[in-house]
């Protein structure tokens, strides 16, 4: 199911179906949440988060949308992006990418051709 890129890419990827349970993470998901790790799947996203980002987890999930922002924990800055995927036509559930960002991360505007 999974490929192999997508199992050892430098992203932390964690998917969870319609409900929130947590269906897989990729090797760089499970060593970032290192105290639970792998352990994790099969648990539900709600366990793990305070109410108000569990709620825009519903939203996302109900919607069909996307989010990104970012945080710093530890020093370390991180994009974060969370988007449903489908199945059928149908939410499937979500997925959630988390990237470090540098210290500067340069911004280009391109033009249309």
């Not at 991180?78 to 340069?106: C, H, N, R």
Request: hydrophobic share 35%.
């Amino acid at each position: 199911m999974i490929k192999d890129w997508i199992k050892n890419t430098n992203c932390a990827i964690t998917i969870c179906d319609a409900d929130g349970f947590i269906i897989y993470m990729n090797e760089k998901s499970i060593s970032t949440f290192s105290r639970e790790g792998k352990s994790l799947i099969g648990h539900n996203l709600k366990d793990c988060h305070p109410p108000k980002a569990w709620s825009k987890i519903q939203e996302l999930i109900t919607t069909g949308g996307s989010n990104a922002y970012t945080i710093e924990k530890n020093g370390v800055k991180k994009m974060i992006y969370q988007t449903a995927w489908f199945e059928e036509d149908k939410v499937g559930g979500l997925i959630e990418i988390s990237m470090v960002l540098p210290d500067v991360v340069p911004h280009y505007v391109r033009e249309s051709k």
